[in-house]
T-cell receptor, first 109, second 114 residues
């Protein structure tokens, strides 16, 4: 059974710092991994999708990596800004789509 | 394109009442999903559909029914609401290829059952 874990559950970082969010999964037989952002009271916004054959994807200040063999993905945010404050979720797609519980990120001005 | 839309945005029900949540997508997607999101539990799949006229159970289907009469719409019904169904409900869709592709979410419906 696929399990997806995101640690830490919450993170506070001063503005301007680079940071890494982690996502781990137990079954490496996946099609892809997707990172989402969720603002309070809002829906999920897709940030990056990494196919199982890819190692990383980049969009602006965001870079997501995937290491299937170790069951890990990271979301790297460069030069963090207060507007980056949100909950970040990862979802692993295989036979089913399984979500982590998210990391609540707070960027301190 | 509006993407994925959900109606209503908020609703308060009394125990035992019924209601239907509507999800609509204008991306011609085959796959549609209903999730609920609860504090500490994350997102859990209620029901899903892989095409018009098809539905299937997810992780937490009890107390819910769904219908996919039109490709663009996916309805979630609560026949007799219970306080345990107080939650935020999200609809999502994926294009051809299902789980191989990007999932798009609606803005959510916040339901309170008293």
């Amino acid at each position: 059974k696929q399990e997806v874990t995101q640690i830490p559950a919450a993170l506070s970082v001063p503005e301007g710092e680079n940071l890494v969010l982690n996502c781990s999964f137990t079954d490496s037989a996946i099609y892809n991994l997707q990172w989402f952002r969720q603002d309070p009271g809002k829906g999920l916004t897709s940030l990056l999708l990494i196919q199982s054959s890819q190692r990383e994807q980049t969009s602006g200040r965001l870079n997501a990596s995937l290491d299937k063999s170790s069951g890990r993905s990271t979301l790297y945010i460069a030069a963090s800004q207060p507007g980056d404050s949100a909950t970040y979720l990862c979802a692993v797609s295989g036979h089913k789509i399984i979500f982590g519980k998210g990391t609540r990120l707070h960027i301190l001005p | 394109n509006a993407g994925v839309t959900q109606t209503p945005k908020f609703r308060v029900l009394k125990t035992g009442q019924s209601m239907t949540l509507l999800c609509a997508q204008d991306m011609n997607h085959e796959y549609m999903y209903w999730y609920r999101q609860d504090p500490g539990m994350g997102l859990r799949l209620i029901h899903y559909s892989v095409g018009e006229g098809t539905t299937a159970k997810g992780e937490v289907p009890d107390g819910y029914n769904v219908s996919r009469l039109k490709k663009q719409n996916f309805l979630l019904g609560l026949e007799s609401a219970a306080p345990s169904q107080t939650s935020v409900y999200f609809c999502a869709s994926i294009g051809p290829g299902g789980s191989y592709n990007e999932q798009f979410f609606g803005p959510g419906t916040r339901l309170t059952v008293l």
